[in-house]
Nanobody, 116 residues
Framework: QVQLVESGGGLVHPGESLKLSCVAS????????MRWYRQAPGKERELVTM????????NYADSVKGRFTGFRDNAKNTVYLQMNSLKPEDTAVYYC?????????WGQGTQVTVSS
């Protein structure tokens, strides 16, 4: 059974950090491109970053460049999103997505709330 399970979300103050994790199972994780998305209330889902199979993270949204870092550990079947200097506008549900060719899988999301 294919699963992507995100964790690490929560409520933080502006300027603080969070590290999200997404643990994969049921497919060959190392061969899939991973992406982090987020969706704020009333807004469309947006791509945060893409992490290639070789762990290179690219295509950061302009709003998170220099603050967020995506990376993966293929030995642990896990992709991460390190989020620093969080802002209230980063408040959203964060999702991970795995894709390879016609195949794609989504996690259930984890809530991140940045508020003073």
């Amino acid at each position: 059974q294919v699963q992507l399970v995100e964790s690490g979300g929560g409520l933080v103050h502006p300027g603080e950090s969070l590290k999200l994790s997404c643990v994969a199972s049921g497919f060959t994780f190392s061969t899939y491109t991973m992406r982090w998305y987020r969706q704020a209330p009333g807004k469309e889902r947006e791509l945060v970053t893409m992490i290639t199979t070789a762990s290179g993270s690219t295509n950061y949204a302009d709003s998170v460049k220099g603050r967020f870092t995506g990376f993966r550990d293929n030995a642990k079947n896990t992709v991460y999103l390190q989020m620093n200097s969080l802002k209230p506008e980063d408040t959203a549900v964060y999702y991970c997505r795995a894709s390879r060719g016609f195949y794609e899988y989504w996690g259930q999301g984890t809530q991140v709330t940045v508020s003073s």
